[in-house]
């Protein structure tokens, strides 16, 4: 993580159990928990499998969404959620430097230049 703005998020469910691992390459075809976008055979990912309440649950995430994470939420994030806080930090005021920009994936840096124009467009139209 870079000495970019970080993003807390509040109220964090603890779980019993927690298991990350590293970039991997996709063996099938999965979606992407936080943006959505397909994961094909061969792209790179990033799975992570949690305990909350007793129940398992796993989480692929695609690298572009990985950067944005490593880049911004520096005390951990809800999964399924970081556009959504992303979003609300920029809403709120928080500043999106060139450095944090810089540290991210190309396909990343596209979507968060997308959600700067969608806020500048909100703020013209008020």
Same mark, same amino acid.
């Given at each position: 993580?870079?000495?970019?703005? +970080?993003?807390? $998020?509040?109220?964090?469910?603890?779980?019993?159990?927690?298991?990350e691992?590293?970039?991997?390459?996709?063996?099938?075809?999965?979606?992407?928990?936080?943006?959505?976008?397909?994961? /094909?055979?061969?792209?790179?990912y990033?799975?992570?499998?949690?305990?909350? /309440?007793?129940?398992?649950?796993?989480f692929?995430? +695609? $690298?572009? +969404?990985v950067?944005?994470?490593?880049?911004?939420?520096?005390?951990?994030?809800?999964?399924?959620?970081?556009?959504?806080?992303?979003?609300?930090?920029?809403?709120?005021?928080?500043?999106?430097?060139e450095? +944090?920009?810089?540290?991210?994936?190309?396909d990343?840096?596209?979507?968060?230049?997308?959600?700067?124009?969608?806020?500048?467009?909100?703020?013209?139209?008020?």
């Amino acid at each position: 993580m870079s000495n970019c703005s +970080c993003i807390y $998020v509040n109220e964090f469910d603890e779980s019993s159990f927690y298991k990350e691992e590293d970039i991997l390459a996709a063996r099938k075809c999965y979606v992407c928990c936080e943006c959505g976008r397909k994961i /094909n055979v061969g792209d790179r990912y990033k799975k992570s499998v949690i305990k909350w /309440n007793g129940e398992f649950r796993t989480f692929k995430t +695609c $690298v572009d +969404c990985v950067s944005i994470i490593n880049e911004f939420f520096c005390n951990g994030w809800h999964f399924g959620m970081v556009f959504e806080d992303l979003r609300a930090y920029m809403e709120s005021g928080g500043e999106i430097s060139e450095e +944090c920009l810089l540290g991210l994936t190309n396909d990343a840096r596209y979507k968060v230049f997308d959600m700067i124009e969608e806020g500048w467009l909100n703020d013209n139209q008020r």
